[in-house]
């Protein structure tokens, strides 16, 4: 089992035992024994109001006389029962007193004793999580470099900053960001703005390997170039393109005097330069030769 996947486990069942140490704690609380004699009261209360008022209809202490019979015997019957539901009532009483003097105190010291035991499982576990999460070792920075230079994954990671138009100053600072704020993690070293550029330049050199290749294929016999210029800020940039079947790519972007023929011939031919150079050196291959399947094509 990982590490994260046992946190994640021991965190999850930390979390059930505070949940079940909640519940027993608010069950016990709530487990009272409740003696709710309202319905018996009303009723004494009932009974005790018809008999005061049967006095009252009869205050003679004496013998009763036929008629009034029926209602001496009503209010006897009520005396009785009166008796018989206080009685009732006191063992009642009594009862739920022996009840909160014995059982209760029992599930008490019983609740006591499992909160105590729950409180004990949750503090091992999270003295668990500690411990894993200190195994987890968030500190420990990722390499970025193969041997004495930086490793590819570093030098592509700058050039997409710097194609999305990052400065060379701040490119690292962005990459550096992002990784610890997405990850929590530090990088073992960054490039500095001149190494930026640097890299830069050796993507440079990819790509005119890249058009070299393209454009002494077999295949690609009837290759074209093509401009496209655009102002910005008052400067002329210019852009120059390798059309083959298969494509377009870009052989050079520059910023130009002027938009004239003559310049841009100017920047073709030097840009045609760098990649006869650049793919003649990758390629091991004589560079006139090279330039000349290059324009043959």
Request: charged letters at 30%; proline letters at 3%; aromatic letters at 4%.
């Amino acid at each position: 089992m990982s590490l994260r996947k046992e946190l994640s486990q021991t965190k999850k069942e930390t979390k059930n035992l505070k949940s079940e140490l909640s519940s027993t704690l608010k069950s016990k609380r709530n487990r009272k024994l409740k003696f709710q004699p309202k319905r018996l009261n009303q009723k004494i209360k009932r009974l005790t109001a018809q008999n005061v008022m049967l006095r009252a209809n009869n205050p003679n202490t004496g013998p009763v006389s036929p008629e009034v019979q029926p209602l001496a015997d009503q209010v006897n019957a009520l005396r009785s029962e009166l008796r018989l539901l206080g009685k009732q009532k006191r063992e009642i009483q009594r009862y739920h007193k022996k009840l909160k003097s014995s059982s209760i105190s029992v599930q008490l010291e019983n609740s006591k004793a499992e909160s105590k035991s729950l409180k004990e499982k949750i503090a091992e576990l999270e003295n668990k999580v500690l411990e894993l999460e200190d195994k987890l070792d968030y500190g420990t920075p990722i390499p970025t470099m193969d041997g004495n230079q930086y490793d590819v994954k570093t030098r592509k990671t700058i050039n997409y900053c710097l194609q999305n138009n990052v400065s060379h100053e701040a490119a690292s600072g962005v990459v550096e960001y992002v990784v610890k704020e997405m990850t929590g993690k530090t990088l073992q070293s960054l490039p500095n703005a001149t190494t930026c550029a640097n890299i830069a330049r050796e993507f440079g050199e990819l790509s005119n390997i890249q058009c070299g290749e393209r454009a002494t294929r077999p295949h690609n016999n009837n290759a074209t170039f093509a401009f496209d210029g655009t102002t910005k800020a008052g400067k002329k940039i210019q852009e120059c393109h390798l059309i083959t079947a298969e494509g377009s790519l870009t052989l050079d972007i520059a910023q130009m005097p002027s938009g004239t023929a003559i310049d841009s011939a100017r920047q073709l031919r030097e840009a045609l330069s760098d990649v006869t150079n650049s793919y003649a050196l990758a390629a091991n291959e004589d560079v006139e030769n090279t330039s000349k399947k290059i324009h043959d094509g």
